[in-house]
């Protein structure tokens, strides 16, 4: 009799063969471990990225208390569609899918750094309880979050993206 737990040595070796190639030796049979293993192999290198020429605007020295932070609601919201606005240079109207069943128009001043189909389809990021703001004749109900730097002198900006799994009304913390 042998104790409990212990595999006979013909099924130890057995698994051992079985599991020489997979990374986590806890699977029952390797097919995921293959598909991942082919899957990383697939996958495009990753892009390098040269930052040697970015210029960051130095951080606030200000601190935010933290209530004062919390107040803001950030949430996932949808690009339903999006258009320029007439007679602005800068403006786009975003209509978004906020989670909450009814749409939401923003409007962000990024025309300058996308048109407007290219952003249909996209999840971004915006703050939600900001108060409805007049622009253009037009009222926006929030801000859409980018990023801002500065690239061998130039002004460059990038809206922020998230997965597309992360439905419309997320909240983020």
Known sequence: ????????????????AEHAECACFTC????????AQEAAQTAPAEEKIDFSNVEIEPLFKDYVDFETFSKSDFRAVKVLACEAV???????????????GENRTILSGIHAYYEPEQLIG??????????????MGL???????????????????????????????????
């Open 86 to 100: 007439p007679k602005s240079k800068k403006l786009l109207k975003f209509t978004l899918d906020d989670g909450t």
């Open 139 to 173: 009222e926006s109900c929030g801000m859409l979050l980018s990023a801002l730097h500065k690239e061998n002198g130039e002004e460059r900006l990038n809206l922020l993206m998230l997965d597309p799994h992360i439905p419309a009304g997320a909240k983020l913390y």
């Open 28 to 35: 029952p049979s390797q097919e995921a471990c293959k598909a």
């Open 1 to 16: 009799m042998k104790p409990r737990g212990q595999k006979p040595q013909a099924e130890e070796v057995h698994n051992a």
């Open 122 to 135: 996209k999840t971004c990021v915006a703050i939600t309880n900001l108060p409805p703001r007049p622009m």
